[in-house]
């Protein structure tokens, strides 16, 4: 029923930034940031809750990428600052069907981000 739609990725040089978009057609209740590299397992970048007021991050982004939503759109954003070479990876949208569930039932297609050093 919800489609998830990434955008904003692309090749950019350590130290630089860039604004990551879901964009959703339908409501989205808790909703993260995952990411997957070559020959890597997909790991969770970070997590915010239906209001925006409580997020969680992976401990290698802490201080660095910060994730928020914004309702009335029906989008989550991930500002990614400070970009290291290890944060290459396809970065994937992802929402649960209910806001107590840690299911994680909608994804996007993904979109790249790649960090030369």
């Known amino acids: 029923q919800v489609q998830l739609v990434e955008s904003g990725g692309g090749l950019v040089q350590a130290g630089d930034s860039l604004r990551l978009s879901c964009a959703a057609s339908?409501?989205?209740?808790?909703m993260a940031w995952f990411r997957q590299a070559p020959g890597k397992e997909r790991e969770l970048v970070a997590a915010i809750n239906w209001s925006g007021g409580i997020t969680n991050y992976a401990d290698s982004v802490k201080g660095r990428f910060t994730i928020s939503r914004d309702n009335a759109k029906n989008t989550v954003y991930l500002q990614m600052n400070s970009l290291k070479p290890e944060d290459t990876a396809v970065y994937y949208c992802a929402g649960t069907r209910e806001a107590v569930s840690s299911r994680y039932y909608y994804w996007g297609q993904g979109t790249q981000v790649t960090v030369s050093s």
């Open positions: 339908g409501r989205t209740f808790r």
